[in-house]
Protein backbone atom coordinates (compact mmCIF):
# COMPACT_ATOMS: atom_id res chain seq x y z
CA UNK A 1 0.00 0.00 0.00
CA UNK A 2 1.31 3.49 -1.04
CA UNK A 3 1.79 5.97 1.85
CA UNK A 4 1.14 9.36 0.77
CA UNK A 5 2.73 11.80 3.33
CA UNK A 6 0.47 14.77 5.06
CA UNK A 7 0.27 17.98 3.66
CA UNK A 8 2.13 20.76 5.70
CA UNK A 9 -0.24 22.44 7.71
CA UNK A 10 -1.06 25.90 6.56
CA UNK A 11 0.57 28.77 8.57
CA UNK A 12 -2.02 29.86 11.44
CA UNK A 13 -2.82 33.43 10.02
CA UNK A 14 -2.00 36.36 12.30
CA UNK A 15 -4.79 39.48 12.64
CA UNK A 16 -3.04 42.32 11.90
CA UNK A 17 -4.63 45.25 14.16
CA UNK A 18 -6.63 48.17 12.11
CA UNK A 19 -4.09 51.36 12.18
CA UNK A 20 -6.67 53.94 14.45
CA UNK A 21 -7.72 57.49 12.92
CA UNK A 22 -4.66 58.60 15.21
CA UNK A 23 -2.16 55.91 13.92
CA UNK A 24 -2.73 57.04 10.74
CA UNK A 25 -2.28 61.11 11.76
CA UNK A 26 0.96 60.46 13.55
CA UNK A 27 2.31 58.31 10.28
CA UNK A 28 1.08 61.34 7.66
CA UNK A 29 3.00 63.78 10.20
CA UNK A 30 6.44 61.66 10.45
CA UNK A 31 6.08 61.78 6.57
CA UNK A 32 5.81 65.69 6.58
CA UNK A 33 8.34 66.07 9.06
CA UNK A 34 10.97 63.82 7.15
CA UNK A 35 10.22 65.47 4.17
CA UNK A 36 10.48 69.04 5.68
CA UNK A 37 14.42 70.47 5.75
CA UNK A 38 15.39 71.12 9.54
CA UNK A 39 17.92 73.90 10.72
CA UNK A 40 20.20 73.21 13.64
CA UNK A 41 18.48 73.17 16.80
CA UNK A 42 15.61 72.38 15.95
CA UNK A 43 13.39 68.77 16.55
CA UNK A 44 9.67 68.29 15.62
CA UNK A 45 7.55 65.69 17.20
CA UNK A 46 4.48 64.05 16.24
CA UNK A 47 2.30 63.34 19.56
CA UNK A 48 -1.19 61.83 20.03
CA UNK A 49 -3.83 64.60 20.33
CA UNK A 50 -7.48 64.19 20.69
CA UNK A 51 -7.37 65.44 17.55
CA UNK A 52 -5.44 62.46 16.22
CA UNK A 53 -2.02 63.52 15.69
CA UNK A 54 -0.65 66.76 17.54
CA UNK A 55 3.34 68.17 16.90
CA UNK A 56 5.46 69.10 19.35
CA UNK A 57 8.45 71.62 18.30
CA UNK A 58 11.29 72.06 20.38
CA UNK A 59 14.72 74.58 20.03
CA UNK A 60 16.00 77.68 21.53
CA UNK A 61 14.08 80.05 19.18
CA UNK A 62 10.41 80.54 19.14
CA UNK A 63 10.64 82.12 15.71
CA UNK A 64 12.41 79.24 14.36
CA UNK A 65 9.70 77.28 15.90
CA UNK A 66 6.77 78.90 13.98
CA UNK A 67 8.44 78.83 10.90
CA UNK A 68 9.06 74.86 10.83
CA UNK A 69 5.80 74.30 12.28
CA UNK A 70 4.06 76.03 9.17
CA UNK A 71 6.16 74.54 6.54
CA UNK A 72 5.57 70.83 8.57
CA UNK A 73 1.72 71.73 8.32
CA UNK A 74 1.41 73.49 4.93
CA UNK A 75 -1.66 71.64 3.36
CA UNK A 76 -3.20 70.28 5.85
CA UNK A 77 -6.77 70.00 6.11
CA UNK A 78 -6.79 69.91 9.58
CA UNK A 79 -5.98 72.36 12.23
CA UNK A 80 -3.12 70.55 14.11
CA UNK A 81 -2.67 70.87 17.85
CA UNK A 82 0.91 72.59 18.52
CA UNK A 83 3.30 73.18 21.44
CA UNK A 84 6.28 74.87 21.74
CA UNK A 85 9.21 73.93 24.30
CA UNK A 86 11.77 76.50 24.16
CA UNK A 87 15.58 75.18 25.53
CA UNK A 88 18.58 77.18 26.37
CA UNK A 89 21.28 77.11 23.60
CA UNK A 90 23.41 75.20 25.56
CA UNK A 91 21.24 72.21 25.21
CA UNK A 92 21.06 72.47 21.40
CA UNK A 93 23.83 69.83 20.88
CA UNK A 94 20.95 67.55 22.34
CA UNK A 95 18.85 68.11 19.06
CA UNK A 96 21.36 68.10 16.94
CA UNK A 97 22.39 64.34 17.04
CA UNK A 98 18.68 62.94 18.09
CA UNK A 99 17.78 64.42 14.27
CA UNK A 100 20.62 61.98 13.00
CA UNK A 101 18.82 59.12 14.08
CA UNK A 102 17.79 56.94 11.42
CA UNK A 103 14.23 56.32 13.16
CA UNK A 104 13.70 60.31 13.46
CA UNK A 105 11.06 61.15 14.18
CA UNK A 106 10.03 58.35 15.95
CA UNK A 107 10.81 58.09 19.11
CA UNK A 108 10.05 54.47 19.72
CA UNK A 109 11.20 54.77 23.38
CA UNK A 110 8.41 56.36 25.44
CA UNK A 111 9.14 58.59 28.40
CA UNK A 112 5.86 58.52 31.11
CA UNK A 113 6.43 61.37 33.33
CA UNK A 114 4.28 61.61 36.38
CA UNK A 115 4.68 65.40 36.19
CA UNK A 116 6.28 68.33 33.41
CA UNK A 117 6.35 70.88 36.40
CA UNK A 118 8.75 71.00 38.84
CA UNK A 119 9.91 73.51 41.78
CA UNK A 120 13.84 73.02 42.56
CA UNK A 121 13.67 70.40 45.37
CA UNK A 122 11.18 67.96 43.66
CA UNK A 123 11.65 64.98 42.78
CA UNK A 124 11.48 63.64 39.00
CA UNK A 125 9.63 60.31 38.55
CA UNK A 126 8.52 58.38 35.70
CA UNK A 127 9.47 55.57 34.01
CA UNK A 128 10.57 54.26 30.42
CA UNK A 129 8.69 52.38 27.97
CA UNK A 130 9.74 49.85 25.08
CA UNK A 131 13.47 49.85 26.05
CA UNK A 132 13.44 46.34 26.72
CA UNK A 133 16.90 44.77 25.19
CA UNK A 134 18.23 47.83 25.10
CA UNK A 135 21.47 49.67 26.20
CA UNK A 136 19.49 52.63 28.07
CA UNK A 137 21.51 55.53 29.15
CA UNK A 138 18.89 57.71 30.63
CA UNK A 139 20.28 61.29 31.06
CA UNK A 140 18.93 65.02 32.04
CA UNK A 141 20.46 68.02 29.90
CA UNK A 142 19.77 70.93 32.48
CA UNK A 143 19.31 74.39 30.97
CA UNK A 144 22.94 75.23 31.71
CA UNK A 145 23.25 72.60 29.07
CA UNK A 146 25.47 70.16 31.52
CA UNK A 147 24.38 66.36 30.95
CA UNK A 148 23.41 64.90 33.81
CA UNK A 149 23.38 60.93 34.77
CA UNK A 150 19.90 59.20 35.92
CA UNK A 151 21.19 56.01 36.47
CA UNK A 152 22.11 56.44 40.39
CA UNK A 153 18.26 57.36 40.56
CA UNK A 154 16.36 54.22 38.25
CA UNK A 155 15.78 50.71 39.53
CA UNK A 156 13.68 47.96 37.39
CA UNK A 157 9.99 47.44 38.34
CA UNK A 158 9.89 44.26 35.86
CA UNK A 159 11.51 44.89 33.35
CA UNK A 160 10.66 48.42 33.07
CA UNK A 161 13.75 51.27 33.71
CA UNK A 162 11.41 53.28 36.94
CA UNK A 163 13.43 56.49 37.80
CA UNK A 164 12.96 58.56 41.28
CA UNK A 165 15.88 61.90 40.70
CA UNK A 166 15.94 64.74 42.95
CA UNK A 167 15.96 67.95 40.54
CA UNK A 168 17.15 71.31 41.32
CA UNK A 169 17.74 74.77 39.29
CA UNK A 170 21.02 76.24 39.42
CA UNK A 171 20.62 80.24 39.14
CA UNK A 172 17.83 82.15 38.73
CA UNK A 173 14.31 80.94 37.05
CA UNK A 174 13.84 81.40 33.77
CA UNK A 175 11.54 79.85 30.64
CA UNK A 176 13.55 77.70 29.41
CA UNK A 177 12.87 73.66 29.94
CA UNK A 178 15.07 71.21 31.11
CA UNK A 179 15.30 67.90 29.37
CA UNK A 180 14.78 64.33 29.73
CA UNK A 181 16.68 61.86 27.31
CA UNK A 182 16.55 57.70 26.91
CA UNK A 183 18.92 56.66 24.41
CA UNK A 184 18.59 53.18 23.02
CA UNK A 185 21.34 51.10 21.02
CA UNK A 186 22.28 47.37 20.53
CA UNK A 187 24.99 45.32 20.37
CA UNK A 188 26.85 47.60 22.88
CA UNK A 189 25.76 50.72 24.98
CA UNK A 190 26.77 54.33 23.56
CA UNK A 191 30.34 55.32 24.20
CA UNK A 192 30.06 59.04 25.93
CA UNK A 193 33.49 58.12 27.00
CA UNK A 194 33.07 59.25 30.21
CA UNK A 195 32.06 63.39 29.50
CA UNK A 196 28.90 62.92 31.55
CA UNK A 197 28.78 66.33 33.75
CA UNK A 198 29.55 68.22 30.62
CA UNK A 199 28.08 70.62 28.51
CA UNK A 200 26.00 69.34 25.60
CA UNK A 201 28.24 70.13 23.06
CA UNK A 202 30.94 68.51 24.93
CA UNK A 203 29.15 64.92 25.20
CA UNK A 204 27.44 64.40 21.79
CA UNK A 205 29.68 66.04 19.36
CA UNK A 206 32.40 63.23 19.54
CA UNK A 207 29.43 60.90 18.99
CA UNK A 208 30.54 58.83 15.36
CA UNK A 209 27.87 59.15 13.01
CA UNK A 210 27.31 55.47 13.15
CA UNK A 211 26.23 55.28 16.77
CA UNK A 212 23.90 58.07 16.58
CA UNK A 213 22.01 56.86 13.70
CA UNK A 214 21.35 53.56 14.27
CA UNK A 215 20.09 55.01 17.91
CA UNK A 216 16.33 55.04 19.10
CA UNK A 217 15.22 57.60 21.86
CA UNK A 218 12.56 58.84 23.64
CA UNK A 219 12.72 62.57 25.09
CA UNK A 220 10.62 65.00 27.03
CA UNK A 221 10.81 68.37 28.50
CA UNK A 222 10.08 69.63 31.89
CA UNK A 223 9.79 73.19 33.38
CA UNK A 224 11.74 73.36 37.12
CA UNK A 225 11.37 76.96 39.05
Known amino acids: EEIVPAAPAAPALQRVATPTASDIAIGAHIRRIRATPQVQCTLALPRRASTGAGLSLIGADEAVLDDLAARITDGLDATTAQSREVIDARQCATLDILRRADTYPATRIG ?88 LAQDVFAPLPSDATEAMVFGVATIDVR
Open 111 to 198: LSLDATSYVSGDTLTGRVLGGEGLFLPLLLIDDNGVVQDLAPFTRLDGATPVFEAPIARAGSPRETRQIVLAIGTRGAPLDLGGRVGQ
